[in-house]
């Protein structure tokens, strides 16, 4: 197995089935969890930056010469867009000092809206899978994971009372 499949597949994560891109997704949040412990935000925004930059380079080499242009064992976009949806989690309570597992029901909403929007492709979501290659690879689920992080903001902003409404 190349490196770009190592790490491409999640260390062999993409070829689980049924929905590889849900076990991809899955994947992240003990992921999630970890880097927060061990460096708060920081952390865990620089391995999201690294993740999309390295599963840039391995949807390049793991779909060159490939007539398939997204491969479903390809799942490191589904963590790396994950991981980018929890920051509207991680940022919060490494800001305030909070417990990140009291922020469950985020972690809940967070899970669901980017399988939601990884699925659905609405809007921006649609335009960047539409582009093949390893551009659309990688940025409907970047594009996911800002919008479910967009979404996990408004719904706490709804379960906890937006100041000033």
């Excluded at 190349?2 to 089935?17: D, E, M, N, Q, S």
């Excluded at 903001?153 to 100041?163: E, Q």
């Amino acid at each position: 197995m190349t490196v770009a499949k190592l790490l491409g597949t999640c260390c062999g994560i993409g070829y689980f089935r049924p929905a590889p891109g849900t076990w991809g997704s899955l994947a992240a949040l003990p992921l999630t969890l970890a880097l927060h412990l061990l460096g708060g935000f920081p952390l865990l925004a620089i391995v999201t930056l690294c993740a999309i930059v390295i599963g840039y380079w391995a949807a390049i080499e793991m779909t060159r010469g490939q007539e398939d242009l997204d491969p479903s064992e390809f799942v490191l976009d589904e963590l790396a867009g994950q991981m980018l949806a929890l920051w509207a989690i991680s940022l919060p309570a490494w800001l305030h000092g909070l417990d990140i597992t009291a922020l469950w029901p985020g972690w809940v909403a967070g899970f669901l809206l980017f399988r939601l929007f990884d699925i659905w492709k609405p809007g921006p979501v649609g335009w960047a899978d539409r582009r093949k290659g390893p551009f659309g690879v990688m940025m409907d689920d970047v594009i996911a994971g800002a919008m479910a992080a967009i979404g996990i903001v408004v719904l706490a902003g709804l379960s906890h009372g937006v100041p000033g409404l």
